[in-house]
């Protein structure tokens, strides 16, 4: 494919003008049809629309998936008409309540079921499918979505958890120039074998951060922090969100994955429009620190989730219908009955 080129394992697609257009216009279409990305009537009939988007695109995303050398990928060229135009909201809730970037939660939306399964957690933005990341100024100092004034340090996505992502896609709808995202990976040979041996057993405690209204019910167990081949290593690791090892060798297995991690850390400049697709099992990611104007003209970013199947996360879900994950298992509940998950999304038409 020519229009893709590999920069460090991170992969380049770039849109055409038209198949920019096209996308955008299967997105406009659906949320014309479906009001919200969350409704079930739109969840249960995306593969209507997937199918519609550009063939080289579909051909890029269907390699992606299975291809494990690829730590992330970049989607350019899919600035639009229209992103200009709207202002960040000032928060989550704000853009969930005026449907800030409607469009842009259906194409993120898309992009993502492309590579595998959207789903949310119930905890996060009140189990909203897409999320909205913008700097909000009670959490400037955190290391949160929502930070800015230090750097976002570098973490697998929801680490702590079994049904955490195989893919996340941050989508750029208004990118700025001093926030840059940062990824990093274990290359090949950078851990000695007593390394790699150490992080492969189940000592490794992480703390779920708490952008999660129920991360009080997780059953939070050491686990191991690499497994699979040697080659393309599954890595699973928080600068920030974990508890120190109480053993010396466990302790010392961390400092040099840490090392590792840290030496091997590359920048990723974000324009407006782009897409982030970070395979979530081979590389950590953060962001740079980075100005907030708090005026409706701040950096934002839409995230969606995805796994490659939803049956990891059947315990967590309460029917097999359900895309909304739970951190502790869920009981199940008949689909479209009041306690389902799927019913609080339900909007009229559906
Ligand atoms: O803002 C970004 O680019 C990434 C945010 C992020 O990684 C997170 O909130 O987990
Ligand atoms: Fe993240």
Redo the contacts with the bound molecule.
């Keep these: 494919m020519t229009s893709t080129r590999t920069l460090y394992g991170i992969r380049e697609f770039e849109l055409t003008e038209a198949e920019c257009a096209e996308a955008v216009a299967i997105a406009t279409e659906a949320a014309e049809r479906h009001g919200d990305c969350n409704s079930p009537d739109f969840l249960d009939s995306i593969p209507t629309y997937t199918r519609r988007m550009p063939g080289r695109l579909t051909g890029f995303m269907d390699d992606l998936r299975h291809d494990d050398h690829a730590v992330a990928a970049v989607i350019r060229g899919g600035w639009h008409d229209g992103l200009d135009g709207i202002r960040t909201p000032a928060d989550w809730r704000e853009a969930r309540a005026a449907k800030a970037g409607q469009v842009q939660d259906f194409l993120v939306a898309l992009y993502g079921a492309m590579l595998g399964e959207v789903f949310s957690w119930h905890g996060q933005q009140e189990g909203s499918l897409v999320h909205d990341?913008m700097p909000t100024f009670a959490d400037r100092g955190e290391q949160?979505?929502s930070g800015s004034e230090t750097a976002?340090l570098w973490?697998t996505?929801d680490a702590f958890h079994p049904c955490r992502a195989d893919f996340v896609l941050?989508y750029s709808v208004r990118a700025k120039e001093d926030?840059t995202?940062t990824l990093a990976w274990l290359h090949e040979g950078a851990l000695g074998a007593e390394t790699v041996a150490a992080l492969k057993e189940s000592k490794y405690v992480f703390k779920p951060d708490t952008s999660y209204t129920d991360y009080d019910t997780f059953d939070n167990r050491p686990v191991p922090l690499l497994s699979g081949d040697a080659d393309v290593p599954h890595l699973r690791a928080d600068s920030v969100y974990y508890e120190p090892p109480e053993g010396e060798r466990e302790r010392a297995a961390l400092a040099s994955l840490f090392t590792a991690l840290e030496g091997s850390v590359v920048e990723v400049r974000m324009f407006s429009g782009d897409t982030?697709v970070l395979n979530n099992r081979r590389v950590v990611?953060?962001?740079s620190e980075f100005e907030a104007k708090y005026d409706g003209t701040d950096r934002w970013?839409k995230?969606v989730n995805v796994a490659h199947s939803l049956d990891r996360s059947r315990a967590y879900r309460c029917c097999a219908d359900s895309r909304i994950v739970h951190l502790a298992p869920r009981e199940d509940h008949e689909p479209g009955s009041p306690e389902c998950d799927r019913t609080r999304f339900r909007t009229p038409a559906s």
Excluded: C, I, N
């Design positions: 990341l949160l979505g976002l973490h996505e941050l926030a995202s982030l990611h953060g962001r970013v995230r």
